[in-house]
């Protein structure tokens, strides 16, 4: 369901070629980047790159950096990464930079399987010479921390449900969300992380039937900060992850301004597994499309690439 395919007739001399031409005229072609590399998928571009080193023995990333300025360049290098060093190289920023930024470990941890968590760590470990895990726990902390260490384990159980366990976790849930001592925060986070996703649809049904109240309202009301954020989130992308990135977009393009960082990242990164379902359930929600969103918002060569990433239908502009 992403709206990135592999394209078809692909040659990647062909391509490396081009790409060299529009990074290394007199002026930069723009145009010719976006077309070839939002028009390939990820494994397609690392075979570009490979065709390119051997042509020009330059790295492509280093000359997109250099050729490139502010957000286009960004988008345009986030493509250039593998899934999982892509996922590496954005919380390694949102853990070193100036600021801790805890949104972009919420989106990452809180939406990714339990192989692509694997993937992800061993690429930051390649990377950056450094644990994960070490990381989250020195530039985080309290119950955020210890519910982001859980997910960064990626033990989550998978395909397993349990109906006769459901009513009794459901049962400490609705006790942490009364209670809140640090014990029960820990239990609450305990389950949300490993407990497979088939057994928590069931809690939250139980969970309903028990407090008569929806598991996010009950949440929302009962803790706050980032501690707060991190589980609704874990809760939605249990529930539709589509539909938690579609939330996520719209507040991004909608309630600060536009917070470019958070679009080229989900943009890029859902690019190929369900970017063609987010575009629908924003359009659901939202009442316009996430194409007329984005156009509203960005412009330039960057508008561009966004849009060609989206993708959009005739009734989308």
């Known amino acids: 369901q992403g709206t990135i395919l592999p394209a078809p007739n692909f040659n990647p001399i062909v391509d490396a070629q081009l790409l060299g031409g529009a990074l290394q005229g ?110 989250i726990d020195s530039e985080t902390s309290g119950h955020f921390r210890d519910t982001l260490m859980n997910l960064a384990q990626g033990t989550r159980m998978e395909g397993y449900a349990d109906p006769s366990t459901a009513a009794q976790d459901a049962m400490i849930l609705w006790e942490a969300c009364q209670r809140k001592t640090g014990e029960h925060k820990n239990m609450l986070q305990m389950i949300l992380c490993n407990r497979s996703h088939q057994q928590l649809w069931m809690v939250f049904q139980e969970f309903q039937n028990i407090s008569g109240q929806d598991i996010v309202d009950a949440i929302n009301e009962c803790y706050d900060g980032y501690f707060q954020e991190l589980l609704v989130a874990i809760v939605l992308c249990i529930r539709d992850k589509p539909s938690y990135f579609a939330y996520r977009l719209y507040n991004a393009i909608h309630d600060f301004g536009f917070h470019n960082k958070t679009v080229i990242r989900i943009l890029i990164a859902r690019s190929e597994i369900d970017l063609m379902n987010i575009r629908q359930r924003y359009k659901e929600r939202y009442g316009k499309s996430l194409f007329h969103d984005i156009k509203h918002f960005a412009s330039g060569h960057y508008e561009s690439a966004l849009l060609a990433i989206c993708a959009g239908d005739t009734e989308d502009y």
Not at 92 to 99: S, Y
Request: aromatic share 8%; with cysteine; proline share 2%.
């Open 26 to 135: 007199i002026s930069c072609e723009k145009d010719v980047l976006i077309e070839i590399l939002t028009q390939r998928c990820n494994s397609q571009r690392l075979m570009i790159a490979e065709a390119y080193r051997d042509m020009y023995g330059r790295d492509l990333i280093t000359d997109l950096k250099e050729n490139l300025s502010h957000h286009f360049k960004e988008v345009m290098v986030g493509l250039m990464y593998p899934p999982a060093s892509y996922d590496a190289h954005e919380l390694w920023h949102a853990l070193k930079g100036v600021d801790t930024e805890e949104k972009c470990l919420i989106d990452i941890l809180a939406s990714r399987s339990n192989m692509e968590i694997f993937q992800m760590k061993e690429a930051y470990l390649m990377q950056y010479n450094t644990d994960l895990q070490q990381d």
